[in-house]
């Protein structure tokens, strides 16, 4: 059973909360702000205040979800970028082994008189191919010109021939070799296209 003391609490703390419920039911828009010593504060919020306030955090939300797209986009730019280094590392030492592999071909298409002299060009034919099958491994690949169609993305046409046995736009002669590194043209092929 209860003492008068604890019965004067508790009708005292249950005095209070009705208090407080009526001053919060008195006006929506005022906050109680409780101090240390249990002093209640009433501030008054204006609805255009709790407005403008939505619209700011508003704001922020759209500055925050387009600066975490922002962030998004840049990961997603590097990590093409480290792809696209990884894919095309070789290509500046490619491109200049190019015109090593045009020597070569001219060099083995020199017709061989002596005996030394062809034994000279099988050892280069040795060493040609072992380029060439070395640069495939790294993604070189010639360009098929001869008797295609031609494609100005893969081909450059630098002479017009009339060939009656084939339709126009075939090309008929490759005049020099061009070569691709994976999907990109590192240098065209210079053909000959039939009128």
Not at 156 to 162: K, L, R, S
Request: aromatic share 6%; hydrophobic share 35%; net charge negative.
């Amino acid at each position: 059973m209860k003492n008068n003391e604890e019965e004067f609490d508790d009708v005292l703390v249950t005095e209070q909360d009705e208090n407080n419920k009526e001053a919060i039911d008195e006006n929506e828009n005022d906050v109680e702000v409780v101090n240390e010593n249990e002093e209640v504060e009433i501030l008054e919020v204006e609805p255009d205040e709790i407005e403008q306030l939505k619209e700011q955090i508003e704001e922020e939300k759209n500055k925050y979800l387009r600066l975490l797209a922002d962030y998004d986009n840049y990961k997603r730019r590097a990590t093409l970028d480290k792809e696209a280094l990884r894919k095309y590392q070789s290509q500046n030492v490619l491109t200049n082994l190019i015109p090593v592999l045009d020597n070569f071909s001219r060099a083995i298409a020199v017709e061989a008189k002596s005996d030394e002299a062809r034994s000279m060009m099988e050892g280069m034919d040795m060493i040609y191919r072992s380029l060439v099958d070395a640069l495939k491994s790294e993604g070189l690949v010639e360009i098929a010109a001869l008797d295609k169609e031609f494609d100005p993305n893969y081909h450059q046409a630098i002479m017009t021939g009339n060939d009656e046995d084939k339709p126009s736009g075939i090309v008929l002669e490759e005049l020099q070799k061009g070569y691709i590194l994976k999907d990109r043209v590192l240098r065209p092929s210079m053909v000959k296209v039939n009128e």
